[in-house]
């Protein structure tokens, strides 16, 4: 039926297989590496929702800048959808309350696999 050969080639391959999926499972983000991505992300994007205090900040500075990037990460958390498949996440955010404020910001769907986030797509659900 089989050779030697080929019965070995054929463990490899399987062991090979199991590792990488194990590999992936043990590195698919959590929803709270996605709020902290997300987070950074709109930061970027969206300056003036980057709320920083500097050493030289007053302690209210400080304080506000705090309450400023606790809010984003709650917001996050509570608008972001996640779907475990195990090996990789699906991650939806909805971003109506932030566009009732007046935010221009689309919906986002954003993949997650191996420890890294990739955007599949945006669109703008008013």
């Given at each position: 039926?089989?050779?030697?050969?080929?019965?070995?080639?054929?463990?490899?391959?399987?062991?090979?297989?199991?590792?990488?999926?194990?590999?992936?499972?043990?590195?698919?983000?959590?929803?709270?590496?996605?709020?902290?991505?997300?987070?950074?992300?709109?930061?970027?994007?969206?300056?003036?929702?980057?709320?920083?205090?500097?050493?030289?900040?007053?302690?209210?500075?400080?304080?506000?800048?705090?309450?400023?990037?606790?809010?984003?990460?709650?917001?996050?958390?509570e608008a972001t959808t996640r779907r475990d498949y195990w090996v990789f996440s699906l991650y939806e955010v909805d971003m109506k309350l932030?566009?009732?404020?007046?935010?221009?910001?689309?919906?986002?769907?954003?993949?997650?696999?191996?420890?890294?986030?990739?955007?599949?797509?945006?669109?703008?659900?008013?």
């Open positions: 039926m089989f050779s030697n050969g080929e019965v070995v080639k054929r463990i490899i391959l399987i062991v090979t297989l199991l590792i990488g999926v194990f590999g992936l499972n043990v590195t698919n983000p959590t929803k709270s590496d996605f709020v902290d991505f997300a987070a950074a992300q709109i930061k970027r994007n969206y300056p003036d929702l980057d709320f920083k205090a500097d050493e030289r900040s007053s302690g209210l500075e400080k304080m506000i800048a705090g309450f400023g990037n606790m809010m984003i990460t709650s917001y996050l958390n932030a566009r009732d404020f007046g935010v221009k910001a689309k919906n986002m769907k954003v993949l997650g696999i191996g420890g890294n986030f990739l955007p599949i797509s945006t669109e703008s659900t008013q």
